[in-house]
């Protein structure tokens, strides 16, 4: 479940991205957030998540899928 990327996803970020998340579970939606994390080094990225909730045989949610860019270079770009 979510909580499974706890560890990854910056403490102040997580609550955020799980909301985004459950909403798009039950909405069988597609979504997409951005949201910071802490690599063991201490550094902090921010990312962007894309994904949408594959439904199973059944139609309930069987898994996510989607794409996670790094987008340090664009936001640093976009504040200078």
Not at 21 to 28: F, L, P
Not at 49 to 71: N, Q
């Amino acid at each position: 479940g979510i909580e499974t990327v706890r560890p990854l996803i910056h403490p102040e970020d997580f609550d955020d991205y799980a909301e985004i998340v459950r909403n798009a579970i039950s909405n069988h939606a597609p979504f997409a957030c951005q949201h910071r994390i802490t690599r063991p080094n201490g550094d902090v990225r921010t990312l962007l998540v894309r994904g949408a909730a594959v439904p199973g045989k059944d139609g309930s949610p069987a898994r996510l899928i989607g794409t996670t860019h790094g987008i340090e270079v664009r936001l640093r770009n976009w504040y200078e």
